[in-house]
């Protein structure tokens, strides 16, 4: 690796101090970066328009293409919804359509990267399958559907779960100070400021005493708050730092910048983990007001379920560097007795047809029988997941839901609203947090409950990186139901009145619903 020089060190340190100085410099970046797309975009755009109006075999040979890709769409066992969007786009602009299908469509993921990873997966679990420790049998639907993709469920260890970033925070730097071997830090967003510096103290501190720091930022997550080349200089910082910048961000109009790391990984010594939807930033821990007051979640895993997290941290970080024995960051199997609770941790990646994430609320939500409450920040929903939230309400299911009232999205935030009305109709109450922005992604039910980054929106689902804890019989689940009923003191429970649109509103969301995949 091509090593940085002083001046470049001393910049980057510059760039990510307190003081947000480096806004200017960071946000030139980000735009040099949009501006060459956005310029890409308009030039095939209207190359194609200018071809189709002055050759009218070009635009013929691209509507018979648009009429195969339109046969090809209803073949595919895919949802109606995501179909009908694509079909609508591709019989109305066909050139156009057709171009921006074989670019976005069928949430086409990093084919090579994808290939490393499942190799990558593959040897990580066969040197693993004799230190890690399961509960034998699934315990209800979603366990069977977990353990048919490969995910495990523990029940020897415990899950806290933290009502807030602040909270969670304090027992991240707690976990750390301890470690002795090894650090795994895997976030979204890693920005510049006081939570950021915090934790790079204590990473110094560890790397200088000999534990082993590994490290995975998300490059678009973190393009406005972090400078280019940041991996290299964490890793110029100490010999015992490696860090990876995953998906690195190329001004080129291209689908592979559809999928990014959206996980939340800590892990310390393998012996504690945590997730949820807290970020590395200072807006998460109450240090920066970002669209009024920030609400989030997060648990942290003990016992041997934090062995799953390795696994999932190392699947992605040996398919972009050269690998790491698993087996050195694996804890032996404790010989603690099972209890009756079952924990288990799970990741999705895009591209593997198998919609984890998306199918784990799916059960969630069929298998409520008395309450279902969910908060998340976008709710952007398909006609399944519209369905079986309304079925459930209808079924006598006490359904609540939490979004922002302030957006930090106003187009998915619009996309969110157009729901209201369909799902207060059968019966479903919609609440709206008042003090500002949730960004907690909870699921909870009689049935169990679901903590990590998954978001309700097309994304999450079939996009990008993501992870998360299933729990079931576990104080966990009474946890979570509290601080979302405490949620819904604090926010404003939506009316008709309230989500009326007129008849040109209803267009605008019509319009929008075509190109809510590309959102």
């Given at each position: 690796m091509k090593k940085l020089s002083e001046r470049q060190k001393k910049w980057i340190e510059k760039t990510v101090s307190a003081d947000r100085s480096y806004k200017k410099i960071v946000y030139t970046r980000f735009f040099i970066c949009a501006l060459m797309v956005f310029l890409q975009f308009c030039a095939y755009v209207f190359g194609f328009f200018w071809l189709g109006a002055n050759w009218w075999f070009v635009n013929l040979t691209f509507t018979l293409i648009?009429?195969?890709?339109?046969?090809?769409?209803?073949?595919?066992?895919?949802?109606?919804?995501?179909?009908?969007?694509?079909?609508?786009?591709?019989v109305v602009f066909p050139i156009l359509g057709v171009t921006l299908y074989l670019t976005f469509g069928e949430g086409r993921p990093m084919k090579r990267l994808l290939k490393k990873i499942k190799k990558a997966k593959v040897k990580n679990r066969e040197e693993s399958k004799d230190l890690i420790q399961v509960k034998t049998g699934a315990t209800d639907g979603c366990g069977y559907f977990l353990e048919a993709c490969g995910f495990h469920a523990y029940a020897d260890g415990d899950v806290v779960y933290y009502p807030t970033g602040k909270e969670a925070f304090a027992e991240m730097l707690a976990e750390l100070d301890k470690a002795e071997k090894y650090i795994l830090v895997e976030y979204f967003i890693i920005a510049g400021g006081k939570m950021w510096e915090q934790v790079l103290?204590?990473?110094l501190k560890k790397a200088v005493q000999g534990v082993k720091i590994y490290v995975i930022y998300d490059d678009f997550g973190s393009l406005l708050v972090l400078p280019p080349k940041y991996d290299k200089y964490l890793e110029s910082l100490h010999e015992n730092i490696r860090c990876v910048c995953f998906n690195r961000v190329v001004p080129v109009f291209s689908a592979r910048m559809n999928n990014r790391d959206h996980r939340k990984i800590l892990v310390v010594d393998g012996k504690v983990a945590f997730?949820?939807?807290?970020?590395?930033?200072?807006?998460?821990?109450?240090?920066k007001v970002r669209f009024g007051h920030w609400k989030d979640s997060a648990v942290k895993v003990t016992g041997s379920a934090v062995n799953a997290f390795v696994l999932a941290f190392f699947d992605l970080y040996n398919a972009v560097k050269p690998a790491e024995e698993i087996t050195q960051f694996l804890l032996p199997p404790k010989k603690e007795p099972f209890g009756e609770g079952v924990i288990v941790p799970y990741d999705d990646i895009p591209g593997d047809k198998l919609?984890?994430?998306e199918t784990v609320y799916l059960h969630l939500i069929e298998s409520a029988k008395t309450y279902l409450y969910i908060t998340t920040p976008y709710l952007v929903l398909d006609d399944v997941m519209r369905s079986a939230l309304c079925l459930a309400a209808l079924r006598g299911v006490d359904v609540r839901i939490v979004t922002p009232a302030v957006p930090d999205k106003k187009i998915v935030y619009r996309l969110t609203r157009a729901n209201y009305e369909i799902l207060m109709r059968a019966g479903i109450k919609v609440y709206e947090y008042t003090p500002g922005f949730i960004h907690a992604k909870n699921v909870v039910c009689d049935a169990g409950a679901v903590v990590g980054t998954v978001n309700f929106d097309y994304r999450s689902f079939h996009l990008h990186f993501e992870n998360a804890v299933y729990v079931t019989k576990t104080k966990t689940v009474e946890a979570v139901k509290k601080d979302v009923e405490e949620v819904f003191d604090v926010s404003k429970l939506c009316e008709e009145k309230d989500v009326k649109r007129g008849f040109w509103g209803k267009l605008l969301d019509a319009n929008l619903r075509v190109f809510e995949t590309l959102m």
């Open positions: 648009g009429l195969l890709f339109v046969f090809y769409l209803f073949s595919r066992m895919e949802r109606p919804s995501s179909k009908l969007s694509w079909i609508l786009l591709i103290s204590v990473l997730t949820g939807g807290i970020n590395i930033a200072d807006e998460y821990i109450d240090e919609q984890v994430a």
